[in-house]
Structures are given as C-alpha cells and as structure tokens.
C-alpha cells in the first residue's frame, strides 16, 4: 500500500542568515533535494505535494521534477504560519 506525502516547506528561513536553506548547497544538492530523494526511494510514498513560499514556487518545482519525476504531485503557495501551509 502506498500513501502520498506532502512536503511543508514555507518557512522564511529567517535563522539561517543570507539565502535560503531549502535551495542551500549540501553535498551538491539543494537541501530539499535530499528530502524528496527519500521520499523518491521509499516504497510505500507515491506522489509527493511541496508547500513553499510563493518567491520559491518555481525553484521547488524544477527540483521536484528533477528529484520525483511523475511523483511530483503538486507545488504550492503556503501561508504565513506552519498551520496555513498544512491547510493548503
């Protein structure tokens, strides 16, 4: 049996000074890559949704397409709290 997984990844990454983590190099790969990479090789994930910042939809949505393929689900804007994003 498979479920779907939704990334909540809105927040402004406002700790983590210049630049956002999510797009942030690690190993050379986007941070976010890794994440969606798990979920990629997780048997019992399908599709995948990313909730992220508005200014960012573009960039998580060539790096979900990359990372999932057809397992990308949907990218979309979330809200201004953690609780408005799992809501969208």
């Not at 997984?5 to 976010?32: C, Q, Y």
């Not at 890794?34 to 790096?63: Q, Y």
Request: no cysteine.
């Amino acid at each position: 049996m498979q479920v779907d997984a939704v990334v909540v990844a809105a927040g402004r990454s406002t700790r983590f000074g210049e630049g956002d983590k999510l797009l942030a190099d690690l190993n050379g790969r986007p941070v976010i890559a890794w994440s969606l990479a798990a979920l990629a090789a997780a048997e019992s994930i399908g599709r995948v949704a990313i909730v992220g910042r508005e200014d960012l939809l573009r960039a998580l949505e060539a790096i979900g397409r990359e990372v999932l393929g057809d397992g990308l689900a949907a990218v979309v804007a979330g809200g201004a709290r953690r609780r408005d994003s799992v809501e969208a």
